[in-house]
């Protein structure tokens, strides 16, 4: 049986569950997770789309061409508190990212690669058992 997580966004009206294993789970430092999250990476934990469902409220979709890749991405985020819940990118067809922040309990994801290290923070340490790509590791 597939195990299950949920989440959604910060005023709760955007709910989403997952089903399974992600194929994916990366912290990406481009300028463009910077700008969206207002940290440092975010976190992006890809699934195949008909593993998510979303349970409840509305997502408004803001799409753009990223300057360090060069490939669409379109971002969706909540209308009443603005958070980013998902993404679809042009390097990922048939899948969908979910922010890992969102998840209720995020403890459960394991990150399995850092990508677009050349854009990170200088501070940023990264760990000596996880993959590391100065650009991305989607061709």
């Not at 597939?2 to 955007?14: A, H, M, Q, Y």
């Not at 997502?59 to 753009?64: A, E, I, R, S, V």
């Not at 990150?111 to 760990?127: C, E, G, L, Q, Y």
């Amino acid at each position: 049986m597939d195990k299950i997580n949920e989440g959604g966004c910060l005023c709760g009206s955007v709910r989403y569950r997952v089903k399974g294993d992600p194929a994916i789970a990366a912290a990406c430092h481009c300028k463009f997770c910077q700008l969206r999250t207002g940290s440092a990476f975010g976190i992006a934990v890809y699934f195949e789309a008909d593993r998510i469902e979303f349970i409840s409220g509305s997502l408004k979709p803001y799409k753009f061409r990223s300057d360090e890749s060069g490939r669409w991405v379109q971002t969706e985020f909540c209308e009443t508190c603005g958070t980013t819940v998902t993404w679809t990118a042009e390097f990922q067809p048939g899948r969908r990212a979910i922010a890992g922040g969102t998840f209720d309990d995020p403890n459960w994801i394991r990150i399995d690669r850092h990508v677009w290290t050349r854009s990170a923070h200088k501070w940023m340490v990264f760990p000596p058992d996880v993959a590391t790509f100065p650009t991305t590791s989607f061709k």
